[in-house]
């Protein structure tokens, strides 16, 4: 397997592999730079999205409410550590999206690279 010849933000080599006769992996492909920009679009209007951006609005009115006296400090506090196991939800919800797309990716490599007849570490 080659490596990808792209170049990370901080200057080093990409050190993910690819195919043979593949120079680039997806996210250094400049003939899918447009692909990664519909995926990151989406991933702004998708519904984690919208629910971080209510979760902010609501912490928000929180401590607007403390600040401004109309909202009783004890309260405020539970609402916070609940809004912060909300949070703690919300990003794991993320990175088991994120896994399970990773691994789709990969087993689509690995089908392509080997005809689908063999599987990493087997």
């Known amino acids: ?9 901080d200057g080093g080599r990409c050190t993910l592999g690819v195919p043979l006769g593949v120079q680039w992996c ?12 519909r995926n990151a679009s989406r991933a702004g209007k ?12 609501r912490i928000s009115e929180v401590v607007e409410a ?5 909202q009783d400090r004890g309260r405020a506090a539970v609402a916070i550590q609940g809004f912060n196991a ?18 789709a990716r990969i087993e689509a490599l690995e089908q392509s690279q080997e ?5 990493w570490g087997a």
């Open 86 to 103: 909300l949070k703690g939800v919300l990003e794991l919800e993320r990175k088991i999206k994120e896994t399970d797309a990773l691994e």
């Open 26 to 37: 997806f996210n250094h492909d400049p003939a899918r730079a447009e692909e990664r920009k």
């Open 115 to 119: 005809g689908g007849s063999r599987r």
């Open 1 to 9: 397997m080659a490596r990808c010849q792209g170049i990370k933000r």
């Open 66 to 70: 403390v600040l401004g006296g109309s």
């Open 46 to 57: 998708s519904v984690g999205g919208r629910e971080i951006r209510d979760l902010k609005r």
